[in-house]
Every structure is written in C-alpha cells, then in structure tokens.
C-alpha cells in the first residue's frame, strides 16, 4: 500500500472516531487504539502513541470552548491533576514492563466498562453539606450557570475517595494512552456528588494535562511516530469539530446505541487477541 | 463581584491559550504532513513491529536537526511536541491566574502539577 493511501484510510477512520466520539461523548482516543491494532496490525504501542497525541488535542480543543462557560471547576481540577498526573506517570512506568498482550486484556476490560458507564443514569443528588476540616481550605465548592442562566451552589463530598479514583484514571491513562474520562467523571459525579454538568466539563479540562504527563514519557520511549500521528490527530481533531457542530441536530441516543455496540465488539475482540497473544 | 470578574477574565484567558495551541500544532502537523507526503516515495513504514528507539525524532535535539533541513517527519514531531506543550502552558498560565487573585495555596498546588510532568519528562523511564 502506498503511504498516501494508507495515510487517508487512517485519516478517514480516525475522523469517523472523531465525530462519534464527540456526539456520544464517549471521547475519540477510546476506539483509536483498536482500529489501528485490530483492523491495520499496528504494533499496540504504536496506537497507543498515537491516541494520547490525539486525545491532548480533541480535549483541548473542547476545554477551550467549555472554560469560557464558566462551568468547570478550575481549582477543583487543578486540585485532582495532582492525583492524576502522578497516576499517568506511574501508568507509563508500569507500560514498559507489562506485556502487550496483557495491555490489551485490560484495555478490552475498561472499554466494556466505559460502554456500561456510558448507559448508567447519573441522577445522584448533588450535595450541599458544606465541607469541613482542612479540605475546606481547598476551596471546592463553588456554583455553576444552568440553562436558565441561575447560579446553582454545590459542595464536595468525599473529597479523599475522589482523589483516589482520579489516581486510578490517571494510571489507566498513562498504561492505555486514552483520555479516561468516563472513570474522571466517575470520580466528580460518582463519589464526590459534583453536579454531571461540572463533572464533565472539568474532566474535559484534566484530560489533556493527565494526557501530556504520560506523552511526555511515550516520547521519550520512541511510542510516537509522525507517520501515524499525522492522520490520527488531524482525523480525531477535524471529526470532533465536525460533530460539535452538528450535535444539536444529531440523533445523539441512537449513535450512543450503536456507538457503544460497536465499542464492546471492539473489546472482545481485543480480550480475545490478547489471551491469543496476537497482540 | 470584582473578585467574580477576576476569575471570568482568567477562564477567557486559559480558553485563548488552549485553542491558540491547539490550531498553531494542527497547523504546524499539516504543513510537515503535506512535505511527508509528497518527499515520501517509499511504501508505508512497518508499524506492525515496534522499532522503539530506532524511531529517529524522539529527541528534541534529533527533531531540531530535522527541522532545519524542513524534514517532513520532524515538522510533524514538532508539531506533536506543541500540541503536547499545550495543557502544560495551560498550568503555567493558570499560576500566574492564581497569583492575580493571591491564591498563594493554588499556586503552589499548580507548581506540584507541574514538577510531576516534568519529573516524567526528565526521568526518561526508558523502555
């Protein structure tokens, strides 16, 4: 296959993840690693390379428009990039020394999980017991706009449980090379009752620092190659703009059905070439 | 209220740097990926085996060596360095936020954030 060919079929593909990452907010770094393992033969740390490239840039992309909102909680999210950098970097220690096949085990496992997250109701009540002790230093609690454009106050709770958590989804971050945000927002909306609105938003903004803290380390490692992440980030990058923009017009509920069956095919599939050690 | 306003004008300000990062890498990757494509006669690499360090842009020196020969590959690396850089000017700009409002314990949780990702970076835990 030429090089220009196989540079617009990755291209192409890349864009598809891109744009249904975005409408289902699934993110797009999530199907990257399968596609290019699975349906190319890319070596699994070749594709895991790519996808943190293109994870910084859908994630930044999206945090740049949500900041303005005044939605994410930008000390709150300060606060936990300590616990998720510090996972990112033991993530990418603990990727040189796991096996590739045993990476793609744990990679099918946490995409099953984040296709169930994705369909769980998140109708926790938001807390408003005001946080006490040290931890009230921090900061936290803080308000958000709704819809209507009214100041809604929340507190945190269980701030040393979220912690943890976001320790978990930096690790994951920094051995699989994808964003983690389903297990961020599980942190925020989950344990530590922030609203789903400033769960989301907050978690968009974490990714691309989690993201650079184990890139910084793929690099140095030879995990980034151009010739992949020219397709890849650009391909993410152009179909997460495309799906921003179209949706509020999209039948988000039935791609997310479809989004998240193609996701758990994907999983078996990457299970099942890892017990075969094929990847 | 004036506090309020503070904190509104850093949000805009940490939106402008993460969006200016994010076109000016884009923008750069293009560009390297346009020269890669058309210099570029060989067949596609071989990605199915994992060549590690033979890879030969994983170093900023190898990379600068690169760009100054306009090398396709080490435009793009280039551009995947900036894109990289991003979320971490996004913390540098962010410290000099919380210094505006003398949020002295947030400076120093956003300096801890920032020695953890250059600690991954000059560790070079190498595979």
Partial sequence: ?????????????????????????????????????????????????????????????????????GIANMRLGMFLEIATTIGAVVGAFLAV??????????????????????????????????????????????????SQGNNIDYSVQNVAGGFIMMWIAGILSGLLGIGSGAFKVLAMDNIMRIPFKVSTTTSNFMIGVTASASAVAYF?????????????????????????????????KGLRIIFAFVIVILAIEMMYNGFAHRL | MNNSWQEKDIETMLGNVLRFGVILASAVILIGGIMYLTHHN???????????????????????????????????????????????????????GFLREKDMLYVFISLIVLAIIFASATLGIRG
């Avoid at chain 2, 551009?79 to 540098?92: E, K, M, N, Q, Y």
């Fill in chain 2, 42 to 96: 060989s067949n596609t690499p071989n990605y199915t085996t994992f060549h590690g360090l033979q890879q030969p842009f994983h170093s900023l020196s190898a990379i600068i060596d690169g760009l100054k020969i306009l090398q396709g590959e080490a435009i793009i690396q280039f551009g995947v360095l900036l894109l990289i850089a991003t979320p971490i000017a996004r913390i540098v700009f962010s410290i000099v």
């Fill in chain 1, 220 to 252: 140095q490692r030879g995990y980034i190659d151009p010739g992949l992440c020219l397709p890849v980030t650009l391909g993410v990058l152009a179909g997460a703009y495309f799906g921003s923009r179209i949706l509020t017009k999209a039948p988000t």
């Fill in chain 1, 1 to 69: 296959m030429s090089i220009q060919i196989f540079t617009l079929i990755i291209f192409a593909g890349s864009m598809l993840a891109g744009l249904l990452g975005s409408l289902t907010g699934l993110g797009g770094g999530i199907v990257i690693i399968p596609m290019l393992s699975i349906a190319f033969g890319v070596d699994i740390r070749y594709a895991i390379g790519a996808s943190i490239v293109a994870v910084i840039a859908t994630s930044s992309g999206a945090a740049s428009a949500y900041v303005k909102e």
């Fill in chain 1, 97 to 146: 020394y796991a096996p590739t096949n045993l990476i793609a085990i744990i990679f099918g496992v946490i995409l099953l999980f984040s296709a169930f997250f994705s369909f769980r109701n998140h109708s926790f009540s938001v807390s408003n017991i005001p946080v006490r002790g040290w931890i009230s230093h921090l900061k936290l609690a803080s308000n958000y706009p709704d």
